[in-house]
Nanobody, 115 residues
Framework: QVQLVESGGGLVQPGGSLRLSCEAS????????MGWYRQAPGKQRERVAI???????YYAASVKGRHTTSRDNLKNTMYLQMNSLKPEDTAVYYC?????????WGQGTQVTVSS
């Protein structure tokens, strides 16, 4: 089992920045494909970013160039640096991990972009 705990959400003004963190339990972090998803009210959950075991990244078109994901295998932690935030970035952000055919999810952290 993999447990994921997100932190770093909050309220920020448009144009501002936030950094989310996701810490994973256990000693297998380096084998996990990690990612971020988000779900806005009334919308389906969507993939935001993925970072694979080798550090390669994927971004949704809506966040590419503004958000950056990274991982620190020594700290069992993944990050999402969000810059130039827009009101449409408002959502619950979920940490995701995949290993050997199993998916794991964090509890989510709220990000609200509003003036």
């Amino acid at each position: 089992q993999v447990q994921l705990v997100e932190s770093g959400g909050g309220l920020v003004q448009p144009g501002g920045s936030l950094r989310l963190s996701c810490e994973a339990s256990g000693s297998i972090f380096s084998r996990l494909v990690m990612g971020w998803y988000r779900q806005a009210p009334g919308k389906q959950r969507e993939r935001v970013a993925i970072v694979n075991t080798g550090g390669s990244t994927y971004y949704a078109a809506s966040v590419k160039g503004r958000h950056t994901t990274s991982r620190d295998n020594l700290k069992n932690t993944m990050y999402l640096q969000m810059n130039s935030l827009k009101p449409e970035d408002t959502a619950v952000y979920y940490c995701y991990a995949h290993l050997d055919g199993s998916d794991y999810w964090g509890q989510g952290t709220q990000v609200t972009v509003s003036s």
